[in-house]
């Protein structure tokens, strides 16, 4: 059975899926980028948990990372789609079905990348924090 922690990510790679761009989960970057475009889940970091006693809990804010990738000459407009797409996902459900206490996505800070022999690259990484609780840190 999994971890409350790799079903909350579970459910963050299932809401990137349903969006129009290709969304890998702990995958390098391939060699093509798609022309949807490309965003990759890392599963990031959970951090030190604030600890609750009666009853016991460990309160954690974990860093998770979307790496969001568009190439092509519309790539400003095709990465602003892709951005505000990520957006409106996670802005629709600030719980992942009552999976998390609240869902928050930093802002990107996008940065073009060229390639050799073809169009550059426009990429952000994105912050996702998960706020969520568990009663063992084994489990998260």
Known sequence: MPTPRETILAALHARLLALP??????????????????LILRDGEPGEPEVTLS?????????AEIEAVVQGANRDAAFDTMIASIGT??????????????????????????????????????AVMLHYSIADPLDG
């Open 21 to 38: 761009a290709i969304a890998l989960r702990g995958e390098v970057l391939p060699e093509r980028v798609p022309v949807e475009g490309l």
């Open 55 to 63: 009853p016991l809990a460990y309160h954690y804010q974990h860093r």
């Open 89 to 126: 996902a996670l802005a629709a459900d600030r719980t992942l079905d009552g999976l998390c206490d609240w869902v928050e996505a930093e802002a990107p800070r996008p940065v073009d990348l060229p390639v050799e022999g073809a169009a550059s690259l426009k990429a952000a990484t994105i």
